[in-house]
């Protein structure tokens, strides 16, 4: 009866597993996917900020953007007007509206560009990819985790109920 008992337990196990397995990636796909709209959208929030700043003649300087994660730049024409500390002497992303990757700093960058109301006045607004993936990954692994630690419970809960299953059958095989 054992031998039932462990391939039962064994195969529903790895069911749950998989199940939970495939459950996970799809969190993890749509999770990030979440997360890259929302940081998207915060570099647009960023953005109307210090336009609204170069507007009043007033842009505030960013800290270190190793240590912030965001960076920006105001170009008029084919020199840069304003930037933020450390950001490269050349343009961050192309001149064209929208988000954009970049490569500075040694380092991976969403970008988004907007043209700003005076003529061939640009704003680009920069986010390092690391603090992006950082912060959604561990939202993602949080909500993952409690899943992936409740399988030993699950184990002992289908070794029990499987058991207590296989009883009238234990009976029989020891009134034969």
Do not use: C
Request: net charge negative.
């Amino acid at each position: 009866m054992s031998s039932i008992r462990r391939y039962l337990v064994i195969v529903l196990l790895a069911t749950i597993t998989l199940v939970n397995f495939f459950a996970a990636l799809h969190g993890y796909r749509s999770s990030m996917t979440r997360a890259d709209q929302v940081f998207d959208a915060e570099l647009i929030d960023i953005a109307s900020v210090l336009a609204l700043a170069s507007s009043a003649g007033s842009v505030p300087p960013l800290s270190d953007p190793l240590s912030a994660g965001v960076v920006f730049q105001i170009w008029d024409k084919d020199h840069q007007e304003y930037a933020s500390f450390d950001a490269p002497a050349a343009p961050i992303a192309d001149l064209v509206p929208g988000y954009h990757d970049a490569n500075f700093l040694g380092r991976r960058w969403r970008a988004y560009t907007v043209r700003l109301p005076e003529p061939d006045r640009w704003l680009i607004v920069a986010e390092r990819y690391e603090v992006r993936f950082a912060l959604a990954e561990k939202i993602i692994i949080e909500s993952v985790l409690p899943i992936v630690l409740s399988l030993p419970l699950i184990g002992i809960l289908v070794w029990l109920i499987v058991g207590r299953g296989l009883q009238p059958l234990n009976g029989l095989a020891a009134e034969m």
